[in-house]
């Protein structure tokens, strides 16, 4: 693991106290262009999230129907019932974006194995580069609005469920999050750069209570418009 990685987990409260935690739950505010160009507008708007922080494993509610939550793990993504029957499932839920490119609609299952694997991945970083099978390597350093940031190259195995499996994560000098950049392979790979701020600190974790994704340019800047995706985070709470 390289040295970017572990002070990015000791800024953000540490793998010791990360390890004592199973699980984190927040309230999200969900907005942007994607929804509506997915065909789910407004599903996602005010929901609750749940994910496991040493497995992958993330449920959303209510989904669509206020008796009704999701359930994802990379190999298997259902909607459910408050009392665990099964609505729908979908095994190998992956395979089903094939072809898809970044104005493809997307069900339901789709839906919801995005959004468990994105939040997954927000709610866990950095502490998931301690995983095993994730490769990390600092690259060379950024500019933007008068910073330099650090950064650092993720490769996830194959077992991740994500966005892709190489990424960028960018740092300030005291090694906390500022911007993570990543293909959406489930659309087609699109470019895109994700923003993070406003971090608050929550059973003495920091958490980024505010996103927000742009497209990516050739030049690995930001795209000024549209605003992909924003989510903004609340009620934070580790058990």
Same mark, same amino acid.
């Given at each position: 693991?390289?040295?970017? #990685?572990?002070? #990015?987990?000791? #800024?953000?409260?540490?793998?010791?106290?990360?390890?004592?935690?199973?699980?984190?739950?927040?309230?999200?505010?969900?907005?942007?262009?994607?929804?509506?160009?997915?065909?789910?507008?407004?599903?996602l708007r005010d929901v609750h999230v749940t994910v496991d922080l040493h497995e992958e494993w993330a449920s959303h509610r209510p989904f669509g129907h206020p008796d009704r939550h999701t359930s994802f793990r990379p190999e298997r993504v259902a909607i459910e019932t408050s009392n665990g029957d099964v609505v729908e499932e979908r095994l190998n839920p992956r395979e089903s974006f094939k072809g898809h490119v970044l104005d493809t609609p997307w069900d339901s299952l789709q839906l919801a194995y995005f959004a468990g694997y994105a939040m997954w991945t927000y709610l866990n970083t950095p502490f998931l580069f301690a995983l095993p099978g994730v490769e990390t390597e600092e690259i060379g350093p950024w500019q933007e609005n008068g910073e330099t940031w650090r950064r650092l190259k993720v490769t996830f195995p194959a077992g991740i469920a994500t966005h892709s499996a190489g990424q960028t994560f960018y740092f300030d000098q005291s090694g906390l999050l500022k911007r993570q950049d990543y293909g959406v392979d489930v659309s087609g790979g699109t470019a895109a750069a994700h923003y993070v701020s406003e971090l608050e600190e929550f059973s003495g974790i920091l958490v980024p209570t505010k996103h927000t994704i742009f497209g990516r340019q050739p030049d690995g800047k930001a795209a000024p418009a549209p605003l992909v995706v924003s989510i903004d985070v609340r009620d934070v709470k580790f058990s």
């Open positions: 693991m390289s040295e970017l #990685a572990t002070l #990015a987990m000791d #800024a953000h409260g540490g793998l010791d106290r990360w390890r004592e935690l199973k699980t984190v739950s927040a309230r999200l505010f969900q907005d942007g262009v994607l929804w509506k160009l997915k065909g789910q507008d407004g599903v």
